[in-house]
């Protein structure tokens, strides 16, 4: 198991703990409990995750930047400060139309 990137009681800002890496994508695991998970994501322009689903709902959260995010072949144009909910057992995609990063919130049950 990786080490968590935070301890609780901290105050930070996610959009400074991650950075981007060229043609790539940066992941970084906050919380990781046994009902759910926060993960922090950096994507250069054009990186995406391709079409998948997940046996639990999934928060997107945009902290900087531009993304497409598709759910059920519906495309959403997301920004700075948008959330999006992808729920369980749907198929989802995410492109990076710009660079951008977004947290990733993954409850299970």
Excluded: C, W
């Excluded at 990137?5 to 800002?13: A, C, G, K, P």
């Excluded at 322009?45 to 497409?68: C, N, W, Y």
């Excluded at 909910?85 to 492109?95: E, R, T, Y």
Aim: hydrophobic share 45%; no cysteine.
């Amino acid at each position: 198991m990786e080490k968590l990137l935070f301890e609780h009681s901290n105050v930070f800002r996610f959009a400074e703990k991650v950075e981007y890496s060229p043609e790539g994508i940066v992941s970084k695991r906050i919380l990781d409990k046994p009902v759910g998970s926060v993960t922090l994501f950096a994507f250069d322009k054009g990186q995406r995750l391709s079409t998948h689903s997940a046996p639990f709902d999934a928060m997107v959260q945009v902290i900087e930047g531009e993304s497409e995010v598709v759910i059920a072949e519906k495309p959403f144009q997301m920004k700075a400060g948008d959330t999006i909910i992808m729920p369980a057992g749907i198929p989802h995609g995410v492109i990076a139309t710009e660079k951008f990063k977004m947290v990733l919130t993954m409850i299970k049950g």
